[in-house]
């Protein structure tokens, strides 16, 4: 088996301080290595969500470390998958990658009670999109 990641993923928000960075979070501790994890805002903010931060950390994964980055082209030109949450038209289409848009209540201004429920839906989206890229891995190995 090859050592290079069976795909990379881009998750896209305005702020890239909320959904996109628990998302990210989620993807790098439960598929490891086997998936490249970015994360970008249209217009990032000064800091990651406080309230995501500790949410996130009630289940044992650590994104305090992150800061919210700017959306560029190279970013979505690398990844196999886009995945959008409420950013609009600021997102760059590229042919022959994977679009997908999570409407997903935005955390921001939230306190950790509120932020639960949307970590949580992330959370099932993330191990739905990990189904997805290991059943895709399964389809080109067998051809």
Request: aromatic share 4%; glycine share 10%.
């Amino acid at each position: 088996m090859s050592d290079s990641p069976l795909a990379s993923v881009l998750f896209v928000c305005v702020h890239n301080a909320g959904r996109s960075q628990m998302a990210a979070g989620f993807l790098r501790h439960l598929a490891g290595d086997r998936v490249e994890v970015r994360s970008a805002g249209s217009l990032p903010g000064d800091q990651v969500n406080p309230s995501a931060v500790a949410a996130m950390a009630e289940l044992g994964i650590d994104i305090s470390d992150q800061q919210p980055k700017v959306l560029t082209v190279e970013a979505a030109r690398a990844s196999d998958y886009i995945i959008t949450m409420g950013c609009g038209d600021a997102c760059p289409y590229f042919p022959g990658k994977t679009y997908l848009d999570w409407v997903l209540e935005d955390p921001a201004g939230q306190g950790v009670e509120a932020v639960r429920p949307i970590r949580d839906e992330i959370k099932g989206l993330i191990e739905g999109l990990i189904a997805k890229i290991d059943s895709k891995n399964a389809e080109k190995q067998e051809n």
